[in-house]
């Protein structure tokens, strides 16, 4: 019959290390959980037609700019908008 290893009593390291990594999974989980009401509230808000308003006003900007540009007035630090490449499919064979 295997023994068990005695348990290793956590530092204060190690558990600041599982704090942040929980704080960041809560803040998955309530990103996903509140995902579909903030995409109702948005669509039934003027925010499409205002944003339509401005890419029309400015053609040649793109609309991580523009997205960038509204963050900034808004208020909201930090802000990084990124645009992910299409993922080609690989062929069936």
């Not at 499409?48 to 540009?69: M, N």
């Amino acid at each position: 019959m295997a023994t068990k290893a005695p348990r290793k009593t956590l530092s204060a390291d190690d558990l600041k290390k599982k704090l942040e990594a929980a704080k960041e999974a809560l803040k998955a989980l309530e990103k996903r959980a509140y995902a579909g009401e903030v995409t109702d509230a948005i669509k039934k808000s003027s925010i499409p037609a205002e944003f339509k308003k401005i890419k029309d006003s400015a053609k040649d900007v793109s609309d991580i700019a523009i997205l960038e540009a509204i963050g900034n007035v808004i208020g909201i630090k930090r802000l990084v908008v990124t645009q992910s490449e299409v993922k080609k499919r690989a062929s069936k064979k």
